[in-house]
């Protein structure tokens, strides 16, 4: 045990049960003689603070202080249903169940609560802060005849020395100590093992205390990907089956982050189920691109698939970047396939990026788009700026090609002449003879 917070007890089903909030909060279920124990609920767990139970429905209710929620669960773990927790802000400390009610304590607002485990929406403030409670509440139980029903007493047949307590049979009992009377009946039992599990993203260690088995086979199967839809559910997670010997730890790796394990541990002396859940990955995994094919300016981008299957994923983004000073953005999208393919101008040399959902964690690669043979031959030094568009595009006379005159102004006049001084753009001498033009200037 790390931290054990509450526990409750069923004694006509020989079981009992308690949460423990230590670094690996969880839930826990053993039969009252402390063998067949279980990890019944190991996620979404942080506070469990009060437990309590429900003798006829068998299920088994508990608070999170931290997380501010109450929920249930069969006696086993399944069937887990989230009560209360989302639509009202809260911070239980404890609960107790009667018929169809369930009763906590809130630290939030120091006040006793009531609400109907058939309609969660009926909540009721009994008591708050006042002379009634003057501070934090802490438990609450209610005594009741029905609480505490009649049973057979699997401990009445024999006599022990020290304590009996109820065996997984219903017939037998369990002495702590050595039995009086009655020698055919197993008497002692030993210090349960405890197998106790570390998760990270992509593997499980699991500790066995006590005696070193033998021998020890962990199968380990995938049940449920967050970030998965059903029809891909565990495709890519395959079962595995280890087998150790003469170890007490055991490491699985190769698993999925964010992804439900079922853990069958088997061992010469201990067998356990567990249900764990790996974390997800600290940041999301970068595509790799494989492959850059530029024929004209027609560009293809191909990269490695990751995997989908992680919380956040949606689709792969692109983002074509220009290779200047300002880093401009020509082009960004979205896709579902691990290509992408487009046009660009012809003369630029680009970067692109793919990323997944978060843009600090990209994979990028340079590449050029060189000019077209047509475009190389209608920007022929001879065809530029001779006012007639031999290009498509009419990028052999637009201004970022040919000089610009930006003034004009008379600087010498003669009987004969009139001088201008021309400002223009820096060009070629070849480039500026050709601007041949009138102008007229007005004045005495």
């Known amino acids: ?11 006509h089903s020989r079981y009992i049960f308690w949460s423990d909030w230590g670094a690996n909060a969880k839930l826990e279920r053993a039969v009252l003689d402390g063998s067949d124990r279980q990890v019944i609920v190991n996620y979404d767990l942080s506070w469990p603070n009060g437990m309590t139970l429900d003798l006829n429905k068998k299920l088994l209710y508990w608070v999170d202080g931290k997380l501010g929620t109450i929920s249930s669960c069969d006696y086993n773990g399944s069937n887990r249903k989230l009560l209360l927790g989302n639509t009202v802000s809260i911070q239980p400390f404890s609960v107790s169940s009667f018929q169809d009610k369930l009763y906590w304590t809130d630290w939030r607002t120091q006040s006793l609560y009531q609400i109907s485990n058939n309609n969660v929406n009926q909540l009721n403030k009994l008591a708050n802060y006042s002379r009634t409670i003057l501070l934090r509440p802490n438990a609450v139980r209610v005594i009741h005849s029905s609480l505490q029903p009649e049973g057979e007493n699997s401990c009445a047949s024999i006599r022990c020395q020290d304590i009996c307590l109820g065996s997984a049979d219903p017939q037998k009992g369990h002495c702590m100590g050595e039995l009086e009377e009655g020698g055919d009946i197993d008497v002692r039992i030993d210090v349960p093992a405890v197998l106790t599990p570390v998760v990270s993203n992509d593997s499980i260690s699991l500790t066995l205390s006590g005696k070193t088995p033998l021998l020890a086979a962990i199968s380990v199967k995938c049940t449920k990907r967050d970030g998965c839809s059903e029809d891909k559910l565990c495709s890519e997670g395959k079962e595995q089956l280890q087998v150790f010997t003469n170890q007490n730890t055991f490491n699985i790796s190769g698993l999925l982050p964010a992804t439900h394990y079922k853990v069958d541990f088997k061992s010469t002396d201990h067998n356990e189920i567990l249900q764990l859940v790996t974390k997800a990955s600290d940041h999301p995994e970068i595509p790799k691109i494989t492959s850059v094919d530029v024929q004209d300016k027609a560009v293809k981008i191909k990269w490695d698939p990751v995997d989908t299957c992680v919380p956040g994923f949606e689709s792969y983004h692109y983002k074509v970047i220009k290779n200047t000073p300002d ?8 896709t579902q396939s691990t290509e992408v393919s487009f046009d660009l101008k012809h003369g630029m040399d680009y970067s692109i990026h793919i990323y997944t959902y978060d843009p600090n964690y990209f994979s990028s690669t340079s590449f ?14 001879e065809l530029l700026c001779n006012s007639v568009q031999d290009c498509p595009d009419g990028s052999d006379e637009n201004i970022a090609t040919c000089a610009g005159i930006e003034s004009v102004t008379v600087y010498k006049k003669t009987y004969t002449a009139i001088y201008f001084k021309c400002q223009v753009q820096n060009r070629t001498m070849k480039q500026l003879e050709k601007f041949v033009g009138n102008y007229s200037v007005s004045g005495s």
């Open 368 to 381: 050029s788009v060189k000019a077209g043979e047509s475009e190389q031959l209608c920007r022929q030094e």
């Open 1 to 11: 045990l790390d931290e054990p917070r509450a526990i409750v007890i069923d004694p």
């Open 327 to 334: 880093q401009e953005v020509t082009l960004e999208g979205r």
